[in-house]
């Protein structure tokens, strides 16, 4: 499948004005049960154990975020789940609060579906924020006892120099008197992003990994939101990095649409069960 007509586009559309900083998401419809997706009577096959939990971007939500990867995901036989965490004051706008506060959210959402699926574990999947927080939480919030595999894509572990933007925007919070605290109570990810902080500082410390998990850490050449992108690659023992042009010379995907690109799907299903084998699907969206 080449993702290049114009239906594409549109979807993009939805996924720009949600997958980005501080962008607000439309509103969308929960997922129905019959999906898959967020069906909370389903319980995970002796194939697949742990269910899979799905975790949005900075500014946008869980149905925006996840409508292309977290059906298919559902159709390989996961119980799948996902939440809208860290709102602020936009309705249906996620990912803006601490991300300490959040990955304190998120702990309560897995424990949530580990009690109702019965699973002792869950996987996790992130996208951008969707990776840096949850590392957090495996890190200082018990997660890593509670989560078999996590994979992050558009990950980012390091913060992002937003191509120099945050030169910018650091001058400004030490110039404006009070920009600085309506920055924390408005957007306190965003903050947190900007290196050095002592969010991303307690996160390297030691090592962003830690044991227990499996890693992956998904990352495009041509991330211009991430940036440089490799802020995403962890390059830790135990942790798996995976440039997406190394696998798929043809993928021009930024870090928007790699929530609709379809090798970014099948690298999180090798990464989730290994005899999943994923295919280079030309790819030619450059957000």
Not at 46 to 71: E, I, K, M, R
Request: glycine share 12%; aromatic share 8%; hydrophobic share 40%.
């Amino acid at each position: 499948m080449r993702v290049t007509n114009g239906g594409a586009k549109r979807i993009l559309t939805a996924v720009v004005a949600a997958v980005t900083l501080g962008v607000a998401a439309p509103a969308v419809a929960e997922a129905a049960p019959s999906s898959g997706w967020n069906d909370w009577g389903c319980r995970p096959s002796a194939t697949h154990p742990q269910p899979v939990v799905l975790v949005h971007g900075l500014g946008a939500n869980d149905t925006v975020n996840w409508f292309f990867h977290a059906p298919k995901i559902a159709a390989q036989g996961y119980c799948v789940f996902s939440l809208t965490y860290g709102t602020g004051i936009l309705p249906g706008v996620g990912g803006l609060a601490s991300m300490r506060d959040s990955a304190g959210q998120l702990g309560r959402f897995v424990d949530k579906v580990r009690t109702t699926t019965g699973a002792a574990k869950v996987d996790i999947v992130g996208h951008s924020e969707g990776s840096t927080m949850p590392a957090y939480y495996l890190k200082y919030g018990g997660g890593a006892a509670k989560v078999a595999n996590f994979v992050g894509f558009g990950a980012n572990y390091r913060g992002t120099t937003l191509g120099g933007l945050d030169a910018l925007a650091k001058a400004l919070l030490t110039t404006v008197p009070g920009l600085d605290l309506v920055l924390k109570t408005a957007c306190g990810a965003c903050k947190e992003y900007l290196a050095p902080s002592a969010f991303l500082d307690d996160l390297a410390r030691g090592g962003v990994h830690v044991a227990g998990p499996a890693y992956t850490s998904i990352v495009s050449k041509y991330d211009e939101v991430v940036t440089p992108y490799t802020s995403g690659i962890l390059n830790e023992p135990g942790a798996k990095d995976v440039v997406l042009q190394d696998f798929c010379a043809s993928d021009a995907s930024g870090h928007l649409s790699q929530a609709i690109d379809p090798n970014v799907t099948g690298l999180i299903l090798h990464a989730l069960d290994a005899s999943y084998l994923p295919k280079c699907t030309p790819f030619t969206l450059p957000l």
